[in-house]
């Protein structure tokens, strides 16, 4: 199993980046997927997931209303869209699917996702 996260970059604040999530080894659409990231020297925090069955997500507080979690079962790809970022958004973002699958309910933390993408490095500034 293998998981790809294409791909961050310098975006200035107020801008919109989109990350993809693929996959080899795994379908994606049968897992819950979580997006997280992480600030060197500081803990791994979620940003948000989605569940399998009715495709619900949840989202950290600090990202909510700007950042969408959405899938492409076609092309095995989970999507982190991110909009209005903000220089505190400026992280390495992973992405981590659960092989334990509970419909319609995706978990927030890191230590419950078992296979992980290489983080990608996000930088919001001007």
């Known amino acids: 199993v293998q998981l790809v996260v294409l791909v961050g970059g310098l975006v200035q604040p107020g801008g919109f980046l989109s990350l993809f999530c693929l996959a080899s080894g795994i379908t994606l659409g049968r897992h819950p997927i979580g997006w997280f990231r992480q600030v060197s020297g500081k803990k791994r925090v979620v940003v948000g997931c989605i569940s399998v069955g009715d495709g619900s997500t949840r989202y950290a507080d600090s990202v909510k209303g700007r950042f969408t979690i959405s899938r492409d079962n076609a092309n095995n790809t989970v999507y982190l869209q991110m909009r209005s970022l903000k220089p505190e958004d400026t992280a390495v973002y992973s992405c981590?699917?659960?092989?334990?699958?509970?419909?319609?309910?995706?978990?927030?933390?890191?230590?419950?996702?078992?296979?992980w993408g290489q983080g990608t490095p996000v930088t919001v500034s001007s």
């Open positions: 981590a699917a659960d092989k334990l699958i509970i419909p319609n309910l995706c978990p927030i933390a890191d230590y419950e996702y078992d296979y």
